[in-house]
């Protein structure tokens, strides 16, 4: 008869016990962890959102600059919102990178004009003659003369850069505002007519021969073009002002220093009052109300496509008709 091994069974229960005594006491613990981050998370749910969400848009910021390409669209995005100066900072950070090229120095050349560098920026667009990008090298030459009134030798430069550019609608319609300014009212219409063609929507070009119409007399096909591209009463008044100013002058910068006034086509509240714009912007740019940009300026085409036809079929030099 065998005697039952009563001591190893009592080490064996001894044993499961210890083990389920430890078990249970790990979960105890683990559970009591687990409360208190499911307790905790409530309250950073958010934060850890938002950590989530600046990281993504880190590495995505990341990617779109791993190319030269992508960091030039960048900066090109920057400048068309108006950002010159975070342009420069972000132009020697991209020349750092990938070293100088054409493209990074007509940027730069631009950002230095419009932020009132103007011999830093004179001397960035000579480095651009010779280069494929010397039409650009001109143009900008050209508003920097105009700037300063210099407007014959604006209108000079401004040639040059539209004999290698010759479809550019911007270049044509400073090309023909300069030509206004320099007293060369003949000369002006052709390369506004061009501009408005090659570009009807564009609120620059309508302004601009708006502005010849008027100041060659011609009120009724200027009404007649502003109207049909509802433009802005406060655009409207400018360009009249501007050609009173033109006539009185003969085209040449008043006797006073005034600069005829030119106004911008920045953004704002669609729903604000439309005053003049008393910021000074480019003297080749005599561009529509800044209300225009939020709505406030629908162009012909949008409205009614047979009245822009009207419109840019308006020979200039015709005798006026009276207003339809």
């Known amino acids: 008869m065998k ?31 687990l409360l208190k ?47 010159w100066f975070a342009s420069l900072a972000h132009i020697d950070a991209l020349e750092q990178r990938w070293g100088v090229a054409p493209e990074s120095t007509r940027m730069r050349a631009d950002a230095l004009r419009q932020t009132g560098q103007a011999a830093l920026s004179e001397a960035a667009y000579k480095r651009l003659i010779g280069t494929p990008l010397e039409s650009a090298a001109y143009r900008g030459l050209g508003l920097l003369a105009g700037a300063r009134g210099s407007y014959a030798e604006s209108v000079q430069l401004l040639k040059q850069a539209q004999r290698q550019t010759p479809t550019d609608a911007l270049l044509l319609s400073d090309l023909g505002y300069a030509s206004l300014r320099a007293g060369q009212v003949a000369e002006a219409r052709l390369p506004l007519m061009q501009a408005l063609q090659l570009s009807p929507n564009n609120t620059q070009a309508q302004a ?52 005829l006034p030119p106004l911008s086509a920045s953004t704002t509240s669609e729903n604000a009052s439309p005053v003049r714009d008393e910021v ?39 005798t006026p008709r009276g207003t339809p």
């Open 3 to 33: 005697t039952p091994a009563f001591p190893e069974r009592s080490r064996l229960v001894g044993h499961l016990l210890v083990c389920t005594a430890t078990a249970m006491a790990a979960l105890a613990i683990t559970g009591c962890s």
């Open 280 to 318: 000074t912007t480019l003297p080749l740019m005599l561009k529509a109300s800044r209300w225009s940009g939020n709505g406030g300026l629908r162009t012909a085409s949008q409205m009614n496509p047979s009245a822009t036809e009207a419109a840019v079929s308006l020979s200039p030099n015709s």
């Open 37 to 83: 981050e499911q307790s905790g998370y409530a309250m950073t749910a958010d934060a850890q959102q938002r950590a989530s969400a600046e990281l993504a848009a880190e590495t995505k910021a990341g990617a779109n600059i791993d190319t030269k390409a992508t960091y030039l669209k960048l900066v090109e995005q920057m400048q068309k919102e108006g950002l």
């Open 208 to 259: 601009n021969l708006a502005l010849y119409l008027e100041a060659t007399g011609q009120s009724d096909q200027a009404n007649r073009l502003m109207e049909s591209n509802r433009m802005p009463e406060a655009s409207r008044a400018a360009v009249r002002d501007a050609a009173r100013q033109l006539r009185a002058s003969g085209g040449v910068p008043l006797a006073t220093g005034a600069a």
